[in-house]
């Protein structure tokens, strides 16, 4: 089990990595015209900005404290955190009308939700 939750806890930080550095170093206006984040256009930069920086502390607490021993406690916490940024990310794309994003928002819950439950019961 461990080896599973290390995996998904490798996988989801990379992904959180990247995409919220990309909301961190690229401009909203950048975003939108890439054509995949319509939903940047109802936020304020500062609100783009902020969800990168969440993202991006989120993917850091899925595997340093585990990594380094030093408060562990914050790997489940960071990924309830995650779970979290699941819910509102579906609940805008369900108000905006981007379903084809909900398989994602889902994954990324579920596997937030795996790590946090599996690393409270250890």
Do not use: C
Request: charged share 15%; no cysteine.
């Amino acid at each position: 089990m461990n080896i599973a939750l290390w995996v998904v806890q490798g996988l989801l930080a990379a992904a959180y990595l990247a995409a919220g550095l990309m909301k961190l170093f690229r401009s909203r206006e950048q975003m939108v015209a890439s054509g995949s984040f319509e939903w940047a256009k109802d936020m304020t930069d500062g609100a783009v900005k902020a969800i990168g920086a969440v993202e991006v502390l989120g993917a850091l607490g899925l595997v340093l404290p585990e990594l380094t021993g030093i408060m562990p406690v914050l790997t489940p916490i960071a990924a309830v955190g995650l779970v979290i940024v699941q819910v509102f990310a579906a609940r805008v794309h369900l108000k905006l009308g981007e379903t084809k994003s909900l398989p994602v928002n889902m994954v990324l819950l579920l596997l937030a939700a795996f790590v946090a439950v599996g690393r409270f019961a250890s």
